[in-house]
């Protein structure tokens, strides 16, 4: 018995391989490629997206989230591959991609900053 491949087979475990790169994650902590994963991928690939764009939006976000505390949990296919976010994750990059230098720089100032406004209501009065 003979099955027909697809010419736009879906590379799930490459997607989950590189997203696992990206977060840093091996051995038991490494995302799995379980069926409701391979359903969103699905799904993506299905909207017309590619791997190249898994890609993009796992280093977007992660240079986004990543260490942080209260967002790294979303590091996950459920948040990244979700049909509503997707598309703009994917968006987000192409427009971070325009910025220039000067412009990424002074977005992640702003950032840190406000992370650092934000610490004396995380800490509370402990002394």
Same mark, same amino acid.
Do not use: C
């Given at each position: &018995?003979?099955?027909? #491949?697809?010419?736009?087979? *879906?590379?799930y475990?490459? *997607?989950?391989?590189?997203?696992?790169?990206?977060?840093?994650?091996?051995?038991? +902590?490494?995302? +799995? $490629? %379980?069926?409701?994963?391979?359903?969103?991928? +699905?799904?993506?690939? %299905?909207?017309?997206f590619?791997? @190249?764009?898994?890609? /993009?939006? /796992?280093?977007? !976000?992660?240079? @986004?989230?990543?260490?942080?505390?209260?967002?790294?949990?979303?590091?996950?296919?459920? %948040?990244?591959?979700?049909?509503? !976010?997707?598309? =703009?994750?994917?968006?987000?990059?192409?427009? !971070?991609?325009? $910025?220039?230098?000067?412009? +990424?720089? %002074? &977005? @992640?100032? &702003? =950032?840190? #900053?406000?992370r650092?406004? @934000? #610490?004396? =209501?995380?800490?509370?009065?402990?002394?």
């Amino acid at each position: &018995m003979t099955t027909k #491949q697809s010419s736009t087979e *879906i590379p799930y475990q490459a *997607i989950i391989d590189d997203l696992n790169a990206v977060l840093g994650k091996t051995g038991r +902590r490494r995302i +799995r $490629l %379980t069926g409701d994963v391979r359903k969103a991928i +699905r799904a993506r690939f %299905t909207d017309g997206f590619d791997l @190249e764009d898994f890609q /993009h939006v /796992h280093r977007i !976000k992660f240079a @986004e989230w990543g260490g942080d505390p209260e967002w790294d949990g979303y590091l996950h296919p459920d %948040t990244l591959y979700r049909q509503s !976010k997707f598309p =703009k994750y994917v968006a987000q990059e192409r427009v !971070k991609q325009t $910025l220039t230098l000067e412009q +990424r720089q %002074t &977005m @992640e100032a &702003m =950032k840190v #900053q406000a992370r650092l406004q @934000e #610490q004396p =209501k995380r800490i509370g009065n402990n002394g």
